[in-house]
């Protein structure tokens, strides 16, 4: 059963931005954490941003300014707004979500997520 399917990936140019969308089903959805996280090839998956049920964020150092997590009730939808983008960003993102808490909140650690999307692929050109 797919419960978290993510579009909105696509191509840029440095400097350029996305938006990308992540439509859960109701039970995923209303976990304590969502989050989104990317892959570069030959890379480690890594945290990018993270969102409780009440709405508090957390981001990457890397993404801080740039990016923006955000959430619709209405839809059960993640969104991530990316501006700015960076060839460095170049990836494939995923969101996911999970239960865990890291010091009582939601924080983009990998290993604190549990349900996870196929990806959504963003190439950023310099």
């Known amino acids: 059963q797919v419960q978290l399917v993510e579009s909105g990936g696509g191509s840029v140019q440095a400097g350029g931005s996305l938006r990308l969308s992540c439509v859960a089903s109701?039970?995923?959805?209303?976990?304590?954490?969502m989050g989104w996280f990317r892959q570069a090839p030959g890379e480690a998956r890594e945290g990018v941003a993270a969102i409780a049920n009440d709405g508090t964020a957390r981001y990457a150092d890397s993404v801080k300014g740039r990016f923006t997590i955000s959430k619709d009730n209405a839809k059960t939808t993640l969104y991530l707004q990316m501006d700015t983008l960076k060839p460095e960003d170049n990836a494939m993102y995923y969101c996911a979500s999970g239960n865990l808490l890291y010091g009582g909140r939601c924080h983009p650690i990998v290993g604190y997520f549990d349900s996870w999307g196929q990806g959504t692929q963003v190439a950023v050109s310099s």
């Open positions: 109701i039970k995923t959805y209303n976990r304590r954490c």
